[in-house]
């Protein structure tokens, strides 16, 4: 990659919001805790409580986290797919430019 390129990528990342850990593991535990208490194994506590909702509210974090992530870089992808194709349009010869225009003329016509 040029060094243009890595600065331009590095500065992307800098500004965009962070992605959050892997969250499996707190899913599990919560599965987990919810299948002893259905069971009766374990009972429903106060604590127990708290810890759960503790749990859901990072996992509720997360989830925000990664779709902010996700909206950045759906929008970045979106620029840049834009100013390619203003590029490509910029540097079409002048014959592709007549053939595009013939070929818009006949799919036109051609349909009657």
């Known amino acids: 990659m040029a060094k243009m390129q890595r600065y ?17 593991t707190d899913i599990d535990n919560i599965i987990t805790t919810l299948g002893q208490l259905h069971d009766g194994s ?3 506590t106060n604590l127990r409580l708290k810890a759960l909702e503790r749990k859901l509210e990072r996992l509720r ?20 797919i834009k100013s390619v194709k203003n590029v490509k349009k910029a540097t079409l010869s002048k ?16 349909d009657n």
Not at 95 to 106: A, C, F, M, P, V
């Open 8 to 24: 331009a990528l590095a500065a992307l990342k800098k500004k965009a919001p962070k992605v959050p850990d892997y969250t499996c």
């Open 95 to 110: 014959q592709e430019k007549k053939n595009r225009k013939k070929r818009t003329y006949t799919r036109r016509f051609s």
């Open 42 to 44: 374990k009972k429903l």
């Open 61 to 80: 974090n997360s989830n925000e986290a990664l779709r902010d992530s996700g909206i950045y870089w759906y929008g970045i992808c979106k620029k840049i």
